[in-house]
């Protein structure tokens, strides 16, 4: 195999891998899990969100990762071909080439297979409402009720649900929505100053050098939609801890639509007057 075939695979491996790239990648946290994880309670076990407030429709646009996603992604991949055809770089073809690029083909078939069938689960959503977020600073905090947790601590799949005195769920959660954006817009911006605000010190550095990896760019995504509830709940050593499940959709800089589906474990230290929650673990669900 001459070195001009070898590159005109390598070539092509590279083309289908970036037609392929899921752009989750690119929204705040990257898409990844990192940090403190804990077990959660499924969402229907949990009181949801019941102050909804009515919304714009979540776009006034319509989808473009139909026709017109596969309509330039298939040009931009002609137009490799024919360049590569042009060049001569199939001259000779033998067996071991084709079997490579049936293997090239395979592989990407599977990425886009895998990122439909995410799209697919989250169809159901695509008639949700906007949220407009009330932007109250960066205490999540809430005033005034309180919860109490399930008793049967023996069972395995046992979830805390033990809220701070004077914790208000549903002031909580609509807090969190608003941050969500406002470290989505950080991310996009790369402020690293903000998004250090809502950081424990270790899981912060973790995403430092993770949007290093995408460049100083401004990225270009926009949150779509985003719902929150609270799915565990504990108190232990002075301190407080919540997980709270995420779940929506956003755009990327293709305007290509993705779900969110991760969620955020937050900690507070009691013993200090006016302490801030701090998020010191993300799990992304969808990964």
């Given amino acids: 195999m001459t070195f001009k075939r070898v590159s005109s695979l390598l070539i092509i491996a590279l083309a289908v891998l970036t037609l392929s790239l899921d752009a989750s990648a690119r929204k705040f946290g990257g898409g990844k899990?990192?940090?403190?994880?804990?077990?959660t309670a499924p969402q229907k076990t949990l009181s949801q969100r019941q102050n909804t407030q009515p919304g714009q429709s979540v776009a006034s646009n319509p989808r473009?990762?139909?026709?017109?996603?596969?309509?330039?992604?298939?040009?931009?991949?002609g137009g490799l071909f024919a360049w590569l055809?042009?060049?001569?770089?199939?001259?000779?073809?033998?067996m071991m080439d084709v079997l490579i690029l049936a293997v090239i083909a395979f592989i990407g078939f599977r990425i886009l297979?895998?990122?439909?069938?995410?799209?697919a689960m989250n169809t159901a959503q695509s008639s949700a409402n906007a949220?407009?977020?009330?932007?109250?600073?960066?205490?999540?905090?809430?005033?005034?009720?309180?919860?109490?947790?399930?008793?049967?601590r023996n069972d395995e799949d046992f979830v805390p649900f033990d809220l701070p005195q004077g914790f208000d769920i549903s002031q909580f959660l609509e807090g969190?929505?608003?941050?969500?954006?406002?470290?989505?817009?950080?991310?996009?911006?790369?402020?690293?100053?903000?998004i250090r605000e809502?950081?424990?010190?270790?899981?912060?550095?973790?995403?430092?050098?993770?949007?290093?990896?995408?460049?100083?760019?401004?990225?270009?995504?926009?949150?779509?939609?985003?719902?929150?509830?609270?799915?565990?709940?504990?108190?232990?050593?002075?301190?407080?801890?919540?997980?709270?499940?995420?779940r929506g959709k956003y755009s990327d800089t293709q305007n290509h639509e993705h779900p969110i589906?991760?969620?955020?474990?937050?900690?507070?230290?009691?013993?200090?007057?006016?302490?801030?929650?701090?998020?010191?673990?993300?799990?992304e669900r969808g990964e």
């Fill in 261 to 283: 589906d991760e969620i955020w474990h937050l900690r507070r230290e009691l013993d200090t007057v006016s302490s801030d929650w701090l998020i010191e673990g993300i799990e």
């Fill in 33 to 39: 899990s990192f940090g403190k994880s804990f077990r």
């Fill in 176 to 194: 969190a929505r608003g941050h969500y954006n406002i470290l989505q817009t950080a991310w996009n911006q790369n402020d690293l100053a903000k």
């Fill in 113 to 119: 297979r895998g990122i439909m069938q995410a799209k």
């Fill in 131 to 152: 949220t407009q977020y009330r932007q109250n600073g960066q205490s999540f905090e809430g005033t005034t009720g309180g919860t109490a947790e399930p008793a049967n």
């Fill in 85 to 94: 055809l042009g060049s001569g770089a199939f001259q000779g073809l033998q």
């Fill in 64 to 77: 473009r990762t139909g026709m017109m996603g596969g309509l330039m992604g298939g040009l931009l991949a």
């Fill in 198 to 246: 809502y950081m424990a010190p270790e899981l912060y550095q973790v995403l430092v050098d993770e949007r290093a990896k995408l460049g100083t760019e401004v990225l270009n995504n926009q949150i779509l939609y985003v719902d929150a509830s609270l799915v565990r709940a504990q108190q232990s050593a002075g301190a407080a801890q919540v997980s709270v499940h995420f």
